[in-house]
């Protein structure tokens, strides 16, 4: 299914929402106890974070993932992270 601002695709306030209500909370299922996680550790976690936020958008891989995270107001997952 596409994704995003598309025809065929879903709104992307509701792709958002649907991230935040399954995506994020599977994806960081016992993150409390996560404190000796090194950068290199969480940058696959931050790459998803960003790849969902762009994909739902509609927007291009090349896309600033702090713009595209941004927009949307949401975090880096290393920022949920230290929010947890």
């Given at each position: ?23 994020l909370?599977?994806?960081?299922y ?35 993932s702090?713009?595209?995270l ?15």
């Amino acid at each position: 299914m596409n994704a995003g601002v598309r025809p065929s695709g879903i709104n992307p306030i509701c792709g958002m929402n649907s991230w935040k209500t399954f995506g994020l909370p599977s994806m960081l299922y016992g993150s409390e106890v996560w404190s000796t996680q090194t950068i290199t550790e969480l940058d696959p976690l931050n790459r998803a974070g960003a790849f969902a936020a762009k994909r739902l958008q509609g927007l291009t891989p090349t896309t600033a993932s702090a713009g595209a995270l941004g927009t949307v107001g949401l975090w880096s997952i290393t920022g949920f992270i230290d929010k947890k």
